[in-house]
Nanobody, 124 residues
Framework: QLRLVESGGGLVQPGGSLTLSCTTYGDSSNYYQLAWFRQAPGKEREGVACISISGNTVKYGRSAKGRFTISRDVANDTMYLRMNSLKPEDTAVYLC?????????????????WGEGTLVTVSS
């Protein structure tokens, strides 16, 4: 059973930056495609970004393009989300998720395992 633990959330001012981390436990992340999601109060969960096992394929949701960067360190079973130019509308619980796959370049939002999330609040 794969377990995912997010960290790095907190309070940041508009225009600021934050880096989230997601570490996997229980199995090697070499077998999993990873992704970040977020859920704001009263809104549906949305896919923010995904990254393939190989790291060669990344995709971004509309709200993340140009401001967020997803990356992963397979050796340390950790994925990151660097968020720049943060806006109040980025306030949400950010969750990481994993999908077991045999395809090294798969990058999508249909996931098998979920973390509990870390809260990001963008406010002055």
């Amino acid at each position: 059973q794969l377990r995912l633990v997010e960290s790095g959330g907190g309070l940041v001012q508009p225009g600021g930056s934050l880096t989230l981390s997601c570490t996997t436990y229980g199995d090697s992340s070499n077998y999993y495609q990873l992704a970040w999601f977020r859920q704001a109060p009263g809104k549906e969960r949305e896919g923010v970004a995904c990254i393939s096992i190989s790291g060669n394929t990344v995709k971004y949701g509309r709200s993340a393009k140009g401001r967020f960067t997803i990356s992963r360190d397979v050796a340390n079973d950790t994925m990151y989300l660097r968020m720049n130019s943060l806006k109040p509308e980025d306030t949400a619980v950010y969750l990481c998720a994993a999908k077991y796959t045999l395809w090294p370049n798969r990058c999508g939002y249909d996931m098998d395992y979920w973390g509990e999330g870390t809260l990001v609040t963008v406010s002055s």
